[in-house]
């Protein structure tokens, strides 16, 4: 067997025990690495600073209570504290978090020296700073994109030249969908040096259950959409309250927290459909597989997503999937045995493909099979094939 790869993976986008929800999917896709037993991984995962762990200050609260250190699932973690500046703080971010990383890093390097690569998630601000990282310490650096950080913010000047500047150093650029891998390409980046490593799904979480247990554990009846996501305008909650009113008799499930919760509220008892729609707030991870299981269809009516986790997992749940047809999701909904997908991001559009669904829904058999098709499998050699290319350290 060849040697075990060491690698230092870095990303703001990575839970801890005080934010457990705070970007899975970077930890989901590394315990799958890591379970091949041929890469071994430390991670640092900066924190916002924040003074105060008291309720009364909300989600900045859950900054404080992040421990400096832990071990999750195996792995250890390290979490240094970086400022944040408003108003000012897109701009000086890649700055502030590569000063105030360079110790946890510099610690990591010397308790393990065999280290040989860091693997950065999120191309801004943390693709920048990890490539500036790897400058100081001597290290390759892969990053991987992941969604926003190329289809939102390239559209503001100094984070784009940032980005291509850290595109032209880092080793190697991984993406998360095909769409993405086309976003920098038309942004200057050379396609040669860019992978495509979709996400995948893990399978001993997400799998169908009994639905009748399903709906009993989560008090779901009759027909039923889920709409799973933060409370934002991006993950098109709005929308598909706005559908409900010409859908006559079907429900409306929404999983997750954040600013527009009261907003949405109001919309629903406005529309005349509040009766019909059910806000949950956030569940953890390992409750959502009930949820899938108990609905009808998942609903994704976001304005950009890379390749989002919750179409995976709702497909591995046995649950068809309509959602908008935008970025890295119709390389997910490519078959009807997966769903639909509307013709626009509407509310109209959204409507009319949860009627076509719901009147021809696939067969559930033939959704979890073709959920197979998106196993972390692939997505773990890719990488491990990626990462093999970079000899052992010598010093």
Not at 119 to 133: K, M, N
């Amino acid at each position: 067997m060849p040697p075990v790869i060491r690698i230092l993976t870095y990303s703001t986008l990575f839970p801890n025990a005080a934010q457990p929800g705070h970007g899975p999917f970077v930890e989901n896709r590394l315990r799958q690495l890591v379970g091949t037993g041929e890469v071994a991984a430390t991670v640092v995962a900066p924190v916002p600073w924040f003074p105060f762990s008291h309720p009364v200050f909300g989600s900045y609260a859950a900054f404080a209570a992040a421990p400096r250190h832990e071990i999750r699932h195996g792995i250890e973690v390290v979490h240094p504290r970086y400022p944040v500046i408003p108003r000012f703080g897109m701009n000086l971010a890649p700055t502030l978090l590569e000063r105030y990383s360079r110790r946890a890093v510099g610690r990591a390097l010397e308790a393990d020296p065999a280290i040989r690569l860091i693997d950065a998630h999120y191309f801004y601000p943390d693709g920048v700073a990890a490539v500036r990282l790897g400058q100081r310490f001597g290290l390759p650096v892969f990053i991987t994109a992941r969604g926003t950080d190329i289809n939102l913010i390239p559209q503001f000047e100094r984070p784009r030249r940032m980005i291509l500047e850290a595109a032209s150093r880092a080793a190697g650029i991984i993406t998360v969908c095909q769409a993405l891998k086309d976003g920098l390409t038309e942004m200057g980046v050379d396609p040669g040096r860019i992978t495509v490593l979709r996400n995948g799904v893990d399978f001993t979480m997400f799998g169908p259950r009994p639905v009748d247990t399903a709906r009993e554990q989560t008090g779901i009846a009759g027909t039923t959409l889920l709409s799973v996501g933060l409370l934002i305008e991006r993950k098109g909650h709005h929308l598909v309250i706005d559908a409900l009113p010409t859908l006559p008799d079907v429900n409306l499930v929404i999983i997750g927290d954040g600013p527009m919760r009261d907003e949405l509220e109001a919309q629903a008892g406005r529309l005349g459909v509040r009766e019909r729609v059910k806000f949950v707030g956030r569940v953890p991870q390992a409750e959502l597989p009930a949820w899938y299981n108990a609905a009808d269809a998942l609903v994704l009516a976001s304005s950009r997503e890379g390749m989002a986790n919750v179409l995976l997992e709702s497909l591995a749940c046995g649950t068809p999937v309509v959602a908008t047809p935008l970025w890295g999701t119709p390389e997910v909904i490519a078959t009807p045995a997966a769903g639909r997908l509307s013709a626009d991001r509407s509310a109209e559009a959204l409507a009319a493909a949860i009627r076509e669904l719901l009147a021809n829904p696939p067969a559930r058999a033939d959704t979890l099979a073709y959920s197979k098709n998106f196993s972390w499998d692939a997505t773990s050699r890719g990488q491990i094939e990626l990462f093999s290319q970079v000899p052992a350290r010598t010093s």
